[in-house]
């Protein structure tokens, strides 16, 4: 079963909106972290945001920030006033139980083009 | 070094051919991940370390894929009697291991064509 459901594989957004990335999640341990990425399209891994499970407050970093739904299973990426140079893909992923397994899976991506 | 170094960058190699992709991680990390991006794709879960071991080898497509890492450093994977459809990006990253909110550091992949 898939553990990170991406939903959306492509999106447009005018530039300086607001956009959010959907990220949902299956896991049956209580620990757990949540990552996002963001890949231009020279290849490389950005890391962008973190969430624990244990974490109180959303995950916020510059503009980028994680709305956090735990029950939910839910870890959207927000991105507040999105610019050119937002253009990329996007991928969510998750590291569980760190005791137990430190394997970091991630989903399929959502990729973002932002529109002048 | 200054962060996740892969080599080769690109290979082509000729169908059947054994291939071997290098991955040196971050100083002092213990976590070394091993993924696969198909043109466009996601990334594709093939093998984690921890130290020297390997607890997870789950998502190694056939018997034809193996890695090692020895030191609890570099780390090469090997994919025997290559076939066209292992044509792709393969990604390496390290983490600090034993802690949850550690990002992993990605390399720049090696790109590998099978002709």
């Known amino acids: 079963a898939q553990k990170i459901t991406q939903t959306q594989p492509g999106m447009f957004v005018q530039e300086k909106e607001a956009v959010t990335l959907d990220c949902t999640y299956d896991?049956?341990?209580?620990?757990?972290?949540l990552f996002w990425y963001k890949q231009p399209s020279s290849g490389e891994m950005i890391f962008l945001i973190y969430?624990?499970?244990?974490?109180?407050q959303n995950a916020t970093e510059g503009r980028y920030s994680l709305n956090f739904q735990k029950a939910r299973k839910s870890a959207n990426l927000v991105i507040s006033a999105s610019q050119l140079g937002d253009s990329a893909m996007y991928f969510c992923?998750?590291?569980?139980?760190?005791?137990?397994?430190?394997?970091?899976?991630f989903g399929k991506g959502t990729r973002l083009h932002i529109l002048p | 070094g200054a962060g996740v170094s892969q080599s080769p960058s690109n290979k082509v190699t000729e169908k059947g051919k054994d291939v071997e992709l290098r991955c040196d991680p971050i100083?002092?990390?213990?976590?070394l991940y091993w993924y696969r991006q198909s043109l466009g794709q996601g990334l594709e879960f093939l093998i984690y370390?921890?130290?020297?071991?390997?607890?997870?080898k789950s998502g190694l497509p056939s018997d034809r894929f193996s890695a090692e890492r020895t030191g609890g450093s570099v780390s090469t994977l090997t994919i025997q009697r290559t076939q066209q459809e292992d044509s792709a990006v393969y990604l390496c990253?390290?983490?600090?291991?034993?802690?949850?909110?550690?990002?992993?550091?990605f390399g720049q992949g090696t790109r590998l064509t099978v002709v």
């Open positions: 990253a390290s983490s600090l291991g034993g802690a949850m909110n550690t990002e992993a550091f």
């Open positions: 896991t049956s341990d209580p620990s757990y972290g």
């Open positions: 969430q624990g499970s244990y974490d109180q």
């Open positions: 992923a998750m590291r569980e139980g760190i005791w137990r397994d430190d394997k970091i899976i």
């Open positions: 100083s002092g990390h213990t976590a």
């Open positions: 370390f921890q130290g020297n071991s390997a607890p997870d």
